[in-house]
């Protein structure tokens, strides 16, 4: 087994998601210091495609903490970025 030195570690993908999760994490402290206890489609969206942490996560974590979720508004989100993919790859494939 190899052991790695800091820098490697720190410069590896391993690494970089690490990083990415725990700023991923913050966002969500502060989120739930919100008075509101809603976490919005776009905080999600946020979540899922800035720090790649999965949706399933998100919703269970925010839950666990007794927020609302708004649902309808993110699976919008979801669908008009499934729409602007496929736009895209259909522009490609044109080229």
């Known amino acids: 087994m190899k ?31 919100k008075e509101t206890k809603i976490l919005s489609a776009q905080e999600c969206m946020q979540l899922m495609n800035t720090y790649g942490i999965p949706a399933e996560f998100v919703f269970l974590i925010a839950l666990s903490h007794e927020f609302t979720i708004d649902t309808p508004g993110f699976l919008q989100l979801i669908e008009e970025q499934e729409e602007q993919i496929k736009h895209m790859k259909q522009c490609k494939g044109d080229s």
């Open 3 to 33: 052991l790695y030195t800091e820098q490697e570690l720190t410069n590896s993908p391993i690494g970089k998601a690490a990083r990415s999760y725990i700023r991923g994490g913050n966002f969500l402290i502060k989120a739930f210091r």
